[in-house]
């Protein structure tokens, strides 16, 4: 796996507008192989996927859409190896939580007791764990979102996403402020 970081300077061409000859570049100092996958912060901060042929050439990009590197990984690799477990007994075997939630979309999302005052809606299963958590300050306040989630966007409610850095006084979407 390779990570680009578009520094966004004045004066030079962004990581998206120089594709070809940052592949290129990698190509020629040997940090790039042919097999490897290729992740790359835009000049927005939004971290996407570059796909590249046999020979290390640039073919296209692919939305992921995460907002550090760490997450894009796990999208990845959750893209590869979704968990579709046979029942929810699976999960509750996993050490989740009930309810599970399966929604159209083909999300599975349940809770997960992180202590016993904290909890999270877990979302976007796959072998080694999940893609997001959602925290909550009791059981009661995760199960209740969970159960009046769609399944789209983000489930309400939650004061703290582990993932971004982001929180939210008392849930409130309006009072969200970023703190790693």
């Known amino acids: ?67 550090s ?29 009930a309810p599970v939630r399966r929604f159209d979309n083909g999300r599975i999302a349940c809770l997960m007791e992180v202590n016993p005052w904290l909890y999270a809606i877990c979302t976007d299963l796959f072998e080694g764990g999940h893609d997001n958590a959602f925290y909550y300050r009791d059981r009661e306040s995760a199960t209740n979102a969970l159960l009046a989630w769609d399944g789209t966007g983000e489930p309400s409610d939650w004061w703290r996403h582990p993932q971004s850095g982001r929180r939210r006084h008392d849930g409130d ?8």
Not at 72 to 95: F, K, M, N, W, Y
């Open 173 to 180: 979407p309006s009072r969200e402020y970023y703190q790693p």
């Open 69 to 97: 590197a760490v997450e894009a990984v796990v999208r990845l690799i959750a893209q590869e190896h979704p968990i579709t477990p046979a029942s929810d007994d699976d999960l509750l075997a996993r050490g989740y939580l």
């Open 1 to 67: 796996m390779v990570a680009v970081a578009d520094l966004n300077q004045p004066g030079h061409r962004s990581v998206t507008n120089d594709i070809e000859n940052v592949i290129a570049d990698l190509v020629r100092v040997g940090a790039l192989l042919s097999g490897d996958r290729v992740i790359y912060r835009d000049s927005d901060g939004v971290w996407d996927q570059v796909i590249i042929d046999d020979a290390c050439r640039f073919e296209r990009f692919e939305s992921i859409g995460a907002s």
